[in-house]
Structure formats: structure tokens, C-alpha cells
């Protein structure tokens, strides 16, 4: 062998040593054949969210639930000796936005899962592609049926659906106080018509009688012609399809005009803000829901875990937290258990068989059980009722099927 080839091949060698040696961190994963998103170090898991347009009220604070529970994994010394990398992308709300978000964080970042994603047509819009990149969606901030519905494998969701909050709310309203006559006011979008789907369901399975079908835009802030038609149609029962500040004002206008019929909204103005607004006018208003916020502003917090968590909470972000705070840490501990539970040789294969094994999940918020399985892809197994009682959320009922 020629002296040129044998210094050739000693230059290969040493350069294919080096190589080796080099790879460290995030560069681990193509020397151990790790999958997409993780490393011998790091797990990275995305989210897209509004970090600052108008529902920022909402993405911020679940962002900070999401990455307080990841920062006690890493403090704790990791999943299996990995940390969480948690990759999160501003959509404003936006579905252009939320597709780049999407393409950055699976292109680019290479993310093992997207966890949190907020928004229904935006997650929708991502769907096909984060499936075909084998990137699970795991427990978005949306409650539309489409994120469980159909089957799949990648799909899992935290809530209960928009319908079938629609459809638990009503049952219980009309089996406790014997209504007949009822009515809807809901948004004119795909969340709306959900909304209303879930209660024209129950309509037909309770045999009731429909006074009023209303919808509105978002932009809307007028009501009194809406809650007028409401009062001379002759119904009782009221659900709601709304966002936060048409729920105050749809409630205060019904007031205003003399009608006391109950009023009951699904999930979305389940919030520590709502029973403060309107200068006390929200008391007596309903809202249906599949978890559950302490009263953090009181002070009272008798849990001593909850009230070390609200110490810490509010230590590192500098604010209250708020209803998607807490949603935010529990889909995180969620997903934490399902890691943990899949084992050291992390696959996205063994990591989905380890959510739907969870089959008992106490909320530490106190919420309703959790449990999920191979044919059950919705966390949320039953619905609270609450209500506005002196300016407080009261719980009035636990554990409501749908």
C-alpha cells in the first residue's frame, strides 16, 4: 500500500473519530438513532399559540402552566436524565400564522410532539402534515369535536366537546328544574354551529320545545333586541355559545330587560374574571365545565399543595394565574406521566400506548377524573356546573355525564 493511501486512510479514520466526538447534546439523536425531537439530552416538544393578539388573555398563561410543570421535570433531574425543550411559536390567533408556526417548529425544531396548540381551524389546518411528519397533537386549547373525532392515533384532547358540553349542560338543567322551553344565543362561526348541534341533540333526546335560535359575530355588542326576542318568545332555559365579553353583555342585557330565565354558557367564560365584571351584574350565571380553577384571588387556599403552587406560579411570572394556567400544568403533567411511563427508549409508538393507558387521573386542582384509552382519546370524563354567587364561582354540581 502507497504511502498517500495509507496517510489517506489515517486522515479518514481520524476525521470519522472526531465526528463521533463531536456529537453531543442535540447532536445525539442521528448518532443513536433516536427519533425525530429527542436526544440523549432533551426531549423537544412544540406548542403554537397567541402570545399577542386579542386571545394573548388566553395563550400567554397557558404557555406559563405548560413550561412551569416542564421547569420542575428539569429540576428534578429530566425524564429518564432528559430535559423538556419546550419550543413555542406566537400564531396571533391566526391560521397563516399558526401553518409557518407549524413548519418552523417541525422543519426546523424538529419537535417529538405539539402540545397545547391553541385554536380549531388552526389546528385543523395543520393536521395533515404534522401526521404525515408523525407528530402527535396532544391535548390542544380547543374543545371542538375535531380533535378526538374521528379516531386516530395522533389525536388526543383534554376537553370535552363543545357539543357535548352543550348537550351535559342542558341534560342537567332540564332534569333538575323541569324545563320545557328553551333557547340558544351562540357565535355565527364553526364553534357555534358546533355548539348548536350539541344542542339540537338534546332537544330531540329530551323531547323539548325550541322558543329561540339566535347567533351573532363576535364584533356584536348590542343585545337588547336579542335578549327582548328571547323574553316574548316564552322560553326558560337559556345556553350560551359565546366568547367572554358577549357572555357579559348578552347576561347583563337579559337582566336589564326583565328576564330572569337561567342562563347557562359552556366552557369559555369559566374564568376568575367573569364574576367581578359588571359591577357585580354576573351573579346568577351558569357555566358548564371539565375543570376546575381555585379561588386564587380570596387568598383562602386550604389545598397546601395548590397554595405552594400558587406561590410559585406567581413568583416567576409575576401575575395571577388564570383558568389556562391551570389548564396548561396539567396537560403538561399529563404528558410528563405518559414520557415517563414509555421509558428510556422513547418512541413516539410507545409514548401514545402510555396515554391511553392513563385509565385514572386525579385533576391536583381538583377537577373532574381523567382517563383515556385505546378506543377514548378525550381526557375529561364528566362536567361541573358552576355558578356567580356574591361575586364568586360556586361549584353546584359535580361529576355531570354528557
Known amino acids: ?23 453531543s447534546g442535540d447532536d445525539q439523536s442521528g448518532a443513536l438513532n433516536l427519533p425525530r425531537g429527542v436526544t440523549a439530552n432533551t426531549i423537544k416538544i412544540g406548542s403554537h399559540t397567541d402570545l399577542s393578539g386579542h386571545l394573548a388573555i388566553w395563550g400567554v398563561p397557558m404557555t406559563h402552566g405548560i413550561r412551569m410543570r416542564f421547569d420542575e421535570v428539569a429540576a428534578a433531574g429530566g425524564i429518564h436524565g432528559r430535559t423538556i425543550d419546550f419550543l413555542v411559536e406566537d400564531s396571533q390567533y391566526q391560521v397563516p400564522l399558526a401553518v409557518k408556526a407549524t413548519n418552523k417548529l417541525i422543519n426546523v425544531g424538529e419537535i417529538f410532539a405539539m402540545l397545547g396548540a391553541m385554536g380549531t381551524p388552526q389546528n385543523n389546518a395543520v393536521f395533515e402534515r404534522m401526521f404525515a411528519a408523525n407528530v402527535p397533537s396532544i391535548f390542544p386549547l380547543t374543545a371542538a369535536l375535531s380533535m378526538y373525532e374521528p379516531l386516530h392515533p395522533l389525536k388526543f384532547s383534554y376537553f370535552v366537546s363543545y357539543r357535548n358540553q352543550a348537550r351535559g349542560g342542558i341534560n342537567y338543567m332540564v332534569e333538575k328544574y323541569g324545563y320545557k322551553n328553551v333557547c340558544l344565543q351562540t357565535m355565527a362561526t364553526d364553534y357555534g354551529a358546533e355548539i348548536e348541534l350539541g344542542f339540537e ?3 330531540e333526546e329530551l323531547d323539548l320545545t325550541v322558543s329561540y335560535v339566535g347567533r351573532h359575530k363576535g364584533s356584536e355588542t348590542d343585545f337588547t333586541g336579542t335578549v327582548t326576542s328571547i323574553k316574548n318568545s316564552g322560553c326558560e332555559f337559556l345556553f350560551l355559545g359565546p366568547f367572554i365579553k358577549d357572555s357579559i353583555l348578552l347576561y347583563t342585557a337579559a337582566r336589564d330587560v326583565g328576564w330572569q330565565g337561567a342562563i347557562v354558557a359552556n366552557m369559555v367564560p369559566y374564568l376568575p374574571e367573569i364574576p367581578s365584571a359588571a359591577d357585580g351584574g354576573m351573579n346568577g350565571f351558569y357555566a358548564v365545565a371539565p375543570f376546575f380553577v381555585p379561588d386564587f384571588l380570596s387568598g383562602n387556599i386550604e389545598n397546601p399543595w395548590i397554595a405552594e403552587w400558587y406561590a410559585a406560579y406567581t413568583s416567576a411570572y409575576g401575575e395571577e394565574p388564570a383558568a389556562q394556567s391551570v389548564i396548561g400544568y396539567v396537560i403538561a403533567d399529563l404528558l410528563v406521566r405518559a414520557l415517563t411511563a414509555a421509558g428510556p427508549d422513547l418512541t413516539v409508538e410507545k409514548m401514545l400506548a402510555a396515554l391511553e393507558a392513563i385509565d385514572h387521573y386525579d385533576d391536583p386542582f381538583g377537577g373532574p377524573s381523567m382517563s383515556l384509552s385505546a378506543t377514548k382519546h378525550v381526557a375529561s370524563n364528566y ?19 354528557y
Open 383 to 401: 362536567l361541573n356546573l358552576y355558578q356567580v354567587v356574591d361575586g364568586k364561582w360556586v361549584t353546584v354540581a359535580e361529576a355531570i355525564s
Open 1 to 23: 500500500m502507497g504511502r498517500e493511501m495509507r496517510l489517506a486512510i489515517v486522515l479518514s479514520v481520524l476525521a470519522f473519530a472526531l465526528g463521533l466526538g463531536s456529537c
Open 201 to 203: 341533540q338534546a332537544v
